[in-house]
C-alpha cells in the first residue's frame, strides 16, 4: 500500500519508519523542512531507540520525506499525525492539526475515487465532527469520496518503535466496513491472533485514547498519593505497593511512587478531556485531584532537600531532565517544575542528562548544564534524581565529590550508603 504520514514528529517518524518496514511505500510530510532533510538522510529527528536502524534501512527507499502534499492524492490512506497541544486554560489546541486536515483535504480535492484520512493526533471526541470533518471537507471542496476515521496511538516514548509493532491492542474508529479494511490491510503485519482490535466509531476510538491516559495519569497519582502516607509514617511505600500489585484487579504496572507524571502526552491529555468535561457541563473531580497531587509533588521533593540543606546560595545538582528515561524529550518534565522551585528558594542549579541537555537548554538556558552526572555532583551541596536513567543507579564514588552527600530520590534508583544523606520522595 502507498501510505502518507502527515507530521513527522515522535508519533508521525516512528508509525512512518514502521509502516515502510512493514513493506509499505510511506510518504512522510512535515512543514521543517530540517526534519524532511534528516529523514531523507535517513537519520530520525528524535532520538528513538530502533528508530535510527528503520530509516537508514528504508529512507530513499520505501520511504520518503517532503514538505508537498502531493503525494495525499496518489496514496491509499493518509495519516494525520500533528501535535495537539494545550491553550493556556488546558482545552486542546487544535490549530496545527486543523490547518494540515485542511490541507489534506485541499490535495484531495480534484480525487474523485475514495480516501481515508485518518486522524492519529490525539484529539477530544467532538473535536472530530466539529473541527476536523469540516476543515477537511471545505479543503476537499465538498468530496464526498473523502472518509475520516481515528486510529489512536498507544506507543510509549523510550520503547515507540517496539510498542509500536507489538501493541497491546489495535483501535480503529470508522464509519464503513471498507475504511475499517483498509487500516485492517495497513496493519496487517501487528494483527496476529493475540493483538486485540477494537472497531468502533472515530468519536469513541478518540475517547478510549483520553480514558487510558486519564486512568494511568489518576493511577499514579493515587500511588503517589498513598507513598506520600507511607513517607509519613516512615514506611516503604514500594513494600507496600509491590503487595498490592499482586492483586490481578490492580496489576502490577505504574505502582512505583516518585516525582510525578509529564512528558509529551499525559499532561496535556488530562487537561484536554477536563476542559472538554467541564464544556460540557461535567466537572472531573477525580481528575482534578489527580492534577492536584502531581502538581504537589515536586515540591514535596525541594521540602525534603530544605530538610538537609539551607538552599538559599546552595549548588544544587538536578540529575534526569527528560520526563522519562530513553528519549529526549522533556515537554512538561517534572525536571522543570523541581528547577523552578530550586531556584525560586535561592538555589543555583547544575543539571545533568544523558540525552536531553540541548532539550532542556532550549527551555531554561540560564542553569549551569555539566557533561557528566560526576560533573553535576562534583562541589554540589545536594542532588536530586528526577529521572530513573540506568547510569544513575551505577553512581558510587561520585557522591563523595560533592560539598554535602545529601541526595533526594524521586526514582528509587540511588544506593543507600554510608556517607550518603538518602532521602527517598515516598519511602
Ligand atoms: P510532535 O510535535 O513531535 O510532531 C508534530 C509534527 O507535525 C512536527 O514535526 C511539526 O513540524 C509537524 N507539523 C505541524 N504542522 C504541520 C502541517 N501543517 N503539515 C505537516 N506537518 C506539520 O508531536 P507528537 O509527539 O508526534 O504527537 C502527535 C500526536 O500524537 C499528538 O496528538 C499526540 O498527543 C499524539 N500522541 C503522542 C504520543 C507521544 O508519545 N509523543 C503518543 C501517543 C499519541
Known amino acids: 500500500m502507498h501510505v502518507t504520514v502527515i507530521g513527522s514528529g515522535y508519533v508521525g517518524t516512528t508509525i512512518a519508519a514502521c509502516f515502510a518496514a512493514f513493506g509499505h511505500e510511506v510518504t512522510a510530510i512535515d512543514i521543517d523542512e530540517e526534519i524532511v532533510a534528516a529523514l531523507n538522510d535517513g ?85 472530530i465532527p466539529d473541527v476536523l470533518e469540516p476543515a477537511i471537507r471545505a479543503g476537499a471542496d465538498g468530496n464526498d469520496a473523502v472518509e475520516v476515521g481515528t486510529n489512536p496511538e498507544f506507543l510509549r516514548e523510550g520503547s515507540a518503535v517496539a510498542d509500536f509493532r507489538n501493541p497491546d491492542k489495535v483501535v480503529f474508529g470508522t464509519r464503513s466496513a471498507w475504511a475499517t479494511d483498509r487500516l485492517a490491510a495497513v496493519f496487517e503485519p501487528v494483527l496476529d491472533a493475540e493483538t ?39 514506611l516503604d511505600a514500594y513494600e507496600v505497593m509491590d503487595a498490592v500489585g499482586l492483586d490481578d484487579r490492580i496489576s502490577d504496572q505504574f505502582l512505583r ?19 472538554a468535561a467541564r464544556e460540557g457541563g461535567y466537572e472531573p473531580a477525580m481528575l482534578e485531584a489527580a492534577v492536584e497531587i502531581n502538581d504537589r509533588q515536586p515540591a514535596r521533593m525541594i521540602d525534603l532537600l530544605e530538610d538537609h540543606v539551607a538552599l538559599d546560595g546552595a549548588r544544587i545538582a538536578v540529575l534526569g531532565l527528560s520526563f522519562k528515561p530513553r528519549t529526549d524529550d522533556v515537554r512538561n518534565s517534572r525536571a522543570i517544575p523541581v528547577i523552578e522551585g530550586l531556584r525560586e528558594r535561592g538555589a543555583d542549579v547544575v ?15 540560564d542553569i549551569d548544564y555539566a557533561n557528566a552526572a560526576e560533573g553535576a555532583l562534583d562541589g554540589s551541596d545536594g542532588a536530586v534524581v528526577v529521572t530513573d536513567w540506568d547510569e544513575f543507579a551505577a553512581l558510587d564514588d561520585e557522591f563523595d565529590a560533592m560539598n554535602e552527600a545529601v541526595v533526594v530520590d524521586g526514582r528509587r534508583i540511588v544506593e543507600r550508603r554510608e556517607g550518603i544523606t538518602y532521602e527517598g520522595l515516598t519511602y
Open 43 to 127: 537519520r530520525a529527528p528524535i532520538a528513538e531507540p530502533g528508530l535510527d536502524d528503520l530509516l537508514e534501512t528504508h529512507a530513499g527507499d520505501r520511504l520518503t520525506a517532503t514538505t508537498s502534499y502531493d503525494a495525499v492524492p496518489e496514496s491509499d490512506v493518509t495519516f494525520l499525525a500533528i501535535g495537539t497541544p494545550s491553550n493556556e486554560d488546558g482545552s486542546i489546541d487544535l490549530t496545527a492539526l486543523e490547518g494540515a486536515a485542511g490541507a489534506t483535504g485541499e490535495a484531495l480535492a480534484r480525487k474523485s475515487d475514495r480516501h481515508l484520512v485518518v486522524v492519529k493526533s490525539t484529539v477530544t471526541p467532538p473535536s
Open 196 to 234: 486485540p482490535v477494537i472497531d468502533t466509531d472515530p468519536q469513541t476510538a478518540a475517547m478510549i485514547k483520553y480514558a487510558n491516559n486519564a486512568f494511568l495519569a489518576a493511577k499514579i497519582s493515587l500511588v503517589n498519593d498513598l507513598g506520600n502516607i507511607c513517607k509519613e509514617f516512615g
Open 257 to 275: 511512587s516518585g516525582v510525578g507524571w509529564g512528558g509529551s502526552c499525559f499532561p496535556k491529555d488530562v487537561d484536554a478531556i477536563r476542559a
Open 351 to 365: 543539571a545533568y542528562d544523558p540525552v536531553a541537555i540541548e532539550a532542556m537548554r532550549a527551555r531554561v538556558p
